[in-house]
């Protein structure tokens, strides 16, 4: 079974920083598009980022300049460094991928920017 675990969440003070990490297991043979989503309490999940598998980019208006994506492609890993954290961040941050042209997702992290 494929199975997709984050982990990188926690507290964070205002202007700090984060770096998630998702990995992917078990069998599998290929990994293609991979995403950051998140969720806040009373709102809709919204993209962060997205990143293929030939490496195009695309991050949301709320987070560029501030947050990177990349993804070690031969180790089935993708990160998110999140860097200027403010409040309106917080949410829990959830992996997804397109596994062998399955859409998986992770169980989600939480990520709290308080002071």
């Known amino acids: 079974q494929v199975q997709l675990v984050e982990s990188g969440g926690g507290l964070v003070q205002p202007g700090g920083s984060l770096r998630l990490s998702c990995a992917a297991s078990?069998?599998?043979?290929?990994?293609?598009?991979m995403a950051w989503y998140r969720q806040a309490p009373g709102k809709q999940r919204e993209l962060v980022a997205t990143?293929?598998?030939?490496?195009?980019?695309n991050y949301a208006d709320s987070v560029k300049g501030r947050f990177t994506i990349w993804r070690d492609t031969p180790n089935n890993m993708l990160y998110l460094q999140m860097s200027s954290l403010q409040p309106a961040d917080t949410a829990v941050y959830y992996c997804?991928?397109?596994?062998?042209?399955?859409?998986?997702w992770g169980q989600g992290t939480q990520v709290t920017v308080s002071p």
């Open positions: 997804n991928a397109d596994v062998d042209r399955d859409d998986l």
């Open positions: 078990g069998s599998f043979f290929a990994v293609y598009r």
């Open positions: 990143i293929l598998r030939e490496g195009r980019i």
